[in-house]
């Protein structure tokens, strides 16, 4: 035993020994962390304090005004019904779009870009008051059958225009169908491209297996595909959802009176208290949202099984907190 070694004094690192001594580091302060940490607590106090204190927020009336029978009719069929089916429609529709888009036929993919390139440009608002109001004016009932029938019955001297049916199109456009047909084609576009990038996302080398396997285009897109993409194409879905249920208060543009908004802000005007309408909107349209966020984090979780290795890194660190290594338990 060395004279450094009987001192009590760690030993010197010799030739076959190239371990590190130990390292005594301190994490570097940040002092301005807990300053601006403190500043934003007390921006906070001070917001929940106003929220509390003034008067004008008019939270009795708002809670009142929630539970009103036009408020929840509003909040059921103008928002809830009408963002369910508008996105049904509009995945529905921005699928088929997605597949004619990258599809080999020039025409489809000509036609799918017009209507991605059309529908993405038109504001929402304006889209549905000409669907509302437009198409009532160009169109009053609308013709199904031979173009150009009655120049073709005329010419024939036939009695019977060649038309099939009629559609009284100011019934449909002028309501909460028109309203819903108008989200639906706008969202159709936005769900076009996340499809579309959802499927760009697959990697080829499936595709081409599929086809070695025999299966059809058709086969390959719904069965090996389009599941792979659902971990690209969920998360913006949801957040599409959210963002429709915050739309459906444009539905006034169409006019849709049945709507949440629409209901709680002519109860304000009525009463003389607006902000308690502002206030009843916005809780609703804060406790939709969040229900939608929760649903959303499910079904991205469903949908991302099986890829990265979270869970796998998980367990692995279990097994080695019990003292079992990676041999076993």
């Known amino acids: 035993m060395t004279e450094q070694a009987s001192a009590g004094q760690a030993?010197?690192?010799?030739?076959?020994d190239d371990r590190p001594g130990a390292i005594h580091a301190r994490p570097v302060r940040h002092p301005l962390r807990w300053v601006g940490a403190v500043v934003i607590l007390v921006l906070a106090a001070m917001l929940v304090s106003s929220f509390v204190t003034n008067p004008r927020w008019d939270w009795g009336l708002a809670g009142e005004v929630m539970i009103q029978r036009p408020v929840l009719n509003g909040l059921l069929m103008g928002t809830i019904v009408a963002t369910v089916a508008s996105m049904v429609l509009g995945v529905a529709l921005g699928t088929a779009i997605a597949v004619a888009r990258l599809s080999t036929n020039p025409v489809l993919r000509m036609l799918s870009f017009v209507y991605t390139w059309f529908f993405r440009a038109v504001p929402r608002y304006v889209l549905l008051a000409m669907i509302g109001v437009g198409l009532g004016y160009l169109y009053s009932t609308l013709d199904l059958g031979i173009p150009f029938g009655q120049q073709i019955a005329g010419a024939l001297g036939l009695s019977h225009d060649l038309t099939f049916y009629s559609l009284d199109v100011r019934a449909i456009t002028g309501g909460l169908v028109g309203g819903i047909m108008g989200l639906a084609l706008s969202e159709a576009a936005y769900m076009a491209e996340i499809a579309r990038a959802g499927i760009l996302s697959v990697d080829k080398g499936q595709t081409e297996a599929a086809e070695a396997l025999g299966l059809s285009r058709a086969q390959t897109m719904r069965r090996i595909v389009l599941p792979q993409a659902m971990r690209v194409i969920v998360?913006?879905?949801?957040?599409?959802?959210?963002?429709?249920?915050?739309?459906?208060?444009?539905?006034?543009?169409?006019?849709?009176?049945t709507e949440l908004y629409f209901q709680t802000s002519q109860i304000g005007v009525?009463?003389?208290r607006i902000m308690a309408g502002f206030v009843a909107a916005t809780v609703w349209y804060l406790i939709v949202c969040s229900v939608l966020m929760i649903v959303q984090s499910y079904v991205e979780r469903y949908f991302g099984r099986g890829f990265g290795q979270a869970r796998v890194g998980r367990q692995t660190n279990r097994r080695f907190a019990r003292g079992g290594g990676m041999g076993g338990a």
């Open 270 to 272: 009525r009463t003389y």
């Open 235 to 257: 998360p913006p879905t949801g957040n599409e959802t959210i963002a429709m249920i915050k739309d459906t208060s444009l539905l006034t543009a169409v006019p849709v009176i």
């Open 11 to 16: 030993p010197l690192p010799t030739e076959h």
